[in-house]
């Protein structure tokens, strides 16, 4: 790549790192996965195992029971600031019926929804404060149940250099 | 004008043939890494004893082909074995007569004996045998019987009767039966007459041959022998220890001490998930386990761990020390290290294992 990819200068991406590595940091959150087949101590195997940084259906030949998924979109800008953006946060924990239960009397899905609003309500961590404004269970079939967690941010709107414009229209003629 | 083209093109080869020959030479090395054939294999030619694997001894990378497939009423078949150019002109020990130890899909090293070279123009290959009896005999060298072993590749040899022969008089067993093993020291002490037991464990009594055939000029390196069988004589021969011979006098031959160690094979690095560690990632465990009878079992302590990343910086890497059987690893938020790759190494008493890892992105 011609550009420089140690700094990605994107909120989305940036973001969705950030996340991971707040997830996987997180040995309650690993444990409620309950991957038997992965240690807790080699945490980065949970990533595209039972985490992933996209929405993923699960299918019927998993042998995986339990995911968080999450997605980071920007979708409008601030109602009364153009140079700041309202950045979304969902989160789907996707658990097994046959997984459902756990040795703390709390479904999987709950347990797992308490704990990304745990870690992640109010948190500074990243940059703007984050606020849980969605919490919301669901069916996604007669195997999989869902609990969907959105946060939102205010963030400053993708400047280049505290600027509104493109970086490369100086090059251009 | 002209001779510039001229010289250009000669640079390539003199004549067409030859550029082509060069060309393919390229792509063969370019591509070698690449090939699903390709084993890390070690090379070890001994003159006496049996081959061992030391921890100072570097893997080459050779192509492992298929040339024909095994029929079960014929005997067993030879498999070729390719070398890189250099490493064929740099290691001496890659010729006739050399072991190699490949790891198998499993896994488990397995040894085998090279047996031949072709001649083809190009991207010549080593007929390979496995290694599966250990041959073990009572020579007498200046006086002093001494007791040796060699790996050898077992052949068949159809005798065409029923095995036994018989007159008025008397009947005897006579089967017969071929073994290659590498033309060195401690075969030459393998003379016409020597007793050599060879059965099954638990068979008693074990079967006994004699050496009635050798051939050593007929491959150099390798020499061939052929066996015929003989009675078992319990007076004399050591079941035990499946040796013939061995109480052929009073005094017990001497057992020639060979280093224990084929160790190597026995240690393995377990890890969850793929041999990888992600840039920004958590830490990765990697554990030393030891293989006991085909179970893998925690290796005991004094295990030292090494890492080295040719490609990249080792100050990236992050790995405190935890415990000896455990070996904790980390790559720092540098996505210039993805794709590039280190090496752990498990060193425990003589024997050591390594394990590739990749640097992935999170």
Redesign the interface.
């Known amino acids: 790549m011609k550009r420089d990819?140690?700094v990605?200068k994107d909120d989305i991406i940036e973001m969705k790192?950030l996340i991971?590595?707040t997830l996987?940091?997180d040995t309650d959150i690993l444990e409620a996965l309950h991957n038997p087949?992965?240690?807790i101590?080699?945490?980065?195997?949970f990533?595209d195992?039972n985490i992933y940084g996209f929405i993923r259906i699960p299918t019927t030949q998993d042998t995986v029971r339990n995911f968080i998924c999450f997605t980071v979109d920007d979708i409008e800008e601030n109602r009364f600031n153009e140079v700041m953006k309202i950045q979304y946060i969902q989160f789907n924990v996707i658990c097994h019926l046959d997984d459902m239960k756990t040795e703390y009397g709390i479904d999987r899905h709950d347990l797992l929804g308490y704990l990304i609003r745990d870690t992640f309500n109010w948190t500074n961590k990243f940059g703007l404060q984050f606020k849980l404004i969605y919490n919301k269970e669901s069916t996604i079939d007669s195997d999989y149940y869902c609990r969907t967690l959105k946060f939102e941010a205010t963030k400053p709107n993708a400047l280049n250099k505290a600027r509104m414009d493109n970086p490369y229209d100086k090059f251009r003629r | 004008m002209l001779d510039n083209y001229r010289l250009r093109m000669a640079a390539m080869g003199p004549y067409e043939g030859e550029a082509r020959r060069r060309n393919a030479q390229k792509i063969m090395d370019v591509s070698w890494m690449r090939d699903a054939a390709t084993k890390p294999v070690y090379v070890k030619w001994v003159n006496s004893g049996l081959p061992v694997v030391d921890d100072d001894d570097a893997p080459v990378y050779a192509k492992f082909n298929v040339k024909s497939y095994h029929n079960i009423t014929g005997d067993e078949i030879a498999y070729l074995l390719q070398f890189r150019l250099e490493d064929l002109k740099n290691n001496p020990d890659i010729k006739v007569g050399s072991y190699v130890q490949i790891n198998n899909e499993m896994d488990e090293p397995e040894w085998w004996l090279i047996v031949h070279y072709d001649d083809r123009t190009q991207f010549r290959q080593f007929s390979i045998l496995k290694c599966t009896w250990t041959y073990k005999w009572v020579s007498n060298v200046s006086g002093k019987r001494v007791v040796y072993q060699c790996l050898g590749a077992p052949r068949k040899q159809n005798s065409y009767n029923s095995g036994v022969w018989l007159d008025y008089t008397m009947q005897v067993v006579e089967n017969q039966d071929v073994f290659w093993v590498p033309t060195n020291n401690d075969t030459k002490t393998l003379l016409y007459d020597t007793k050599i037991l060879k059965s099954e464990p638990g068979r008693y009594p074990p079967i006994a041959y004699k050496i009635s055939k050798i051939e050593d000029t007929a491959t150099q390196g390798i020499t061939k022998f052929t066996m015929t069988q003989e009675q078992f004589d319990p007076a004399r021969d050591n079941a035990e220890l499946m040796i013939g011979n061995y109480y052929e006098h009073s005094v017990e031959p001497e057992i020639l001490e060979i280093e224990e160690t084929p160790t190597f094979s026995d240690l393995e690095i377990v890890?969850?998930?793929k041999p990888a560690?992600?840039a920004?990632?958590?830490?990765?465990?990697f554990t030393l386990k030891t293989r006991i009878d085909g179970e893998l079992v925690d290796a005991t302590d004094g295990v030292k761990w090494r890492v080295d990343f040719a490609d990249g910086d080792l100050a990236k890497l992050e790995y405190p020390v935890v415990d000896d059987k455990?070996f904790?690893i980390k790559c720092l938020?540098?996505?210039?290290l993805i794709g590039k790759t280190f090496t752990i190494t498990a060193t425990h008493e003589h024997s050591s294992k390594s394990i590739v890892v990749e640097v992935i992105s999170?």
């Open positions: 990819i140690q990605v790192r991971k590595q996987i940091a087949d992965i240690d101590d080699s945490p980065d195997e990533l195992n | 890890y969850a998930g560690v992600r920004g990632g958590g830490y990765k465990k455990v904790k938020n540098d996505y210039s999170l």
